[in-house]
């Protein structure tokens, strides 16, 4: 079966630099989320979209947006990027939130490093 | 906002054998869902298990169940005949039922490191 995508698998940054992070969510999936884990931390939740329209925002730095397009893969930009912000980054997807069946499934992670 | 805790930075269990991973949980909502998620080394974050609070019948996937006390706000996973690719991370995760308009992220525990022996 699909699963959710993610683009790249690596990143490394500068400090003071921009990363632009890439989601493809599971086919017929209209709602992706964001979430940031930290080194030895649990998953956080940046933000997420439903049917391209943001639906809730949790610590999402303001250096920091995103968007979901019209094929329903989403972008995570990050700009004047800081060591701290080097983590595990993944996407999840899932169906309306609404319906009965609205398990969260996560892509494999983006790892980005900040140096 | 809500809060899940699980109490056990790490439990080992030897193969073959059950062990039970702890998480409680806080909120003054009735209607949620409970998931457990486990993340081997890979990194890769895999569903292992799902409850609605509303449901009161414990679920069950193979050789995972659960053992949901609403009440008591607890949430335990029960991994049976115990595997060596059961080690990993376990992570239990609340999430608001839609109706409550809280948002529909997923919160999280600060997770159980499980080893298992062979």
């Known amino acids: 079966a699909a699963g959710v995508i993610q683009s790249p698998r690596h990143l490394i940054k500068e400090k003071r630099e921009t990363a632009t992070l890439k989601c493809y969510p599971i086919?017929?999936?209209?709602?992706v989320y964001w979430y940031q884990q930290g080194p030895g931390q649990d998953p956080q939740f940046l933000i997420s979209?439903?049917?391209?329209?943001?639906?809730d925002k949790g610590s999402i730095p303001d250096r920091f947006s995103a968007q979901q397009f019209s094929d329903y893969h989403s972008e995570l930009n990050m700009s004047s990027l800081e060591l701290g912000d080097s983590a595990l980054y993944f996407c999840?997807?899932?169906?309306?939130?609404?319906?009965?069946?609205?398990?969260?499934?996560f892509g494999p992670g983006t790892r980005l490093t900040v140096l | 906002a809500q809060t899940v805790t699980q109490s056990q930075p790490e439990m080992s269990v030897q193969e073959a054998e059950t062990v039970t991973l702890s998480c409680t949980y806080d909120t003054s909502e009735s209607d949620y869902y409970l998931f457990w998620y486990k993340q081997p080394p890979s990194r890769q974050m895999i569903l292992v298990i799902r409850?609605?609070?509303?449901?009161?019948q414990n679920a069950t996937e193979n050789r995972f169940s659960v053992n949901f006390q609403k009440a008591a706000k607890s949430f335990s996973l029960k991994i049976s005949d115990s595997q060596l690719g059961d080690a990993a991370m376990y992570f239990c995760a609340y999430r608001s039922a839609p109706y409550n308009n809280a948002g529909n992220m997923l919160t999280f525990g600060g997770g159980t490191r499980l080893m298992v022996k062979p």
């Open positions: 999840a997807s899932s169906l309306d939130p609404t319906s009965g069946r609205n398990e969260q499934f």
């Open positions: 409850q609605e609070a509303y449901k009161q």
């Open positions: 979209f439903y049917e391209k329209m943001q639906s």
């Open positions: 086919p017929r999936h209209d709602t």
